[in-house]
Nanobody, 125 residues
């Protein structure tokens, strides 16, 4: 069974940092993209970032470039999202997702079938 388990959300003041983790299990794609989406109340889902399982390909949404960093530890089957300089507009439920194929700029538009349960990030002003 494919499972994605997120952790690391919470409440932080604007300008602060959080690190999200996503532990993956139960799948063995030869090449896959794993990363994060977020959804704020009343807003559309946004593809935040992804990384290819073999490394070398990373995508960031313009809204988080320069502030968020995605990384992976393949030995632990875990992907991380380091979020710095957080803004109130980063407040959302963050979901880990995995998809076959490479990470690319198509990440926000992928039809994702495997999701984590989500973790809430709240940034106060």
């Amino acid at each position: 069974e494919v499972q994605l388990v997120e952790s690391g959300g919470g409440l932080v003041q604007a300008g602060g940092s959080l690190r999200l983790s996503c532990a993956a299990s139960g799948f063995s794609f030869d090449d896959y993209a794993i990363g994060w989406f977020r959804q704020a109340p009343g807003k559309e889902r946004e593809g935040v970032s992804c990384i290819s399982s073999r490394g070398g390909r990373i995508y960031y949404a313009d809204s988080v470039k320069g502030r968020f960093t995605i990384s992976s530890d393949n030995a632990k089957n875990t992907v991380y999202l380091q979020m710095n300089s957080l803004k109130p507009e980063d407040t959302a439920a963050y979901y880990c997702a995995v998809d076959d194929g490479f990470c690319s700029t198509s990440w926000p538009y992928r039809f994702i079938e495997v999701w984590g349960q989500g973790t809430l990030v709240t940034v106060s002003s």
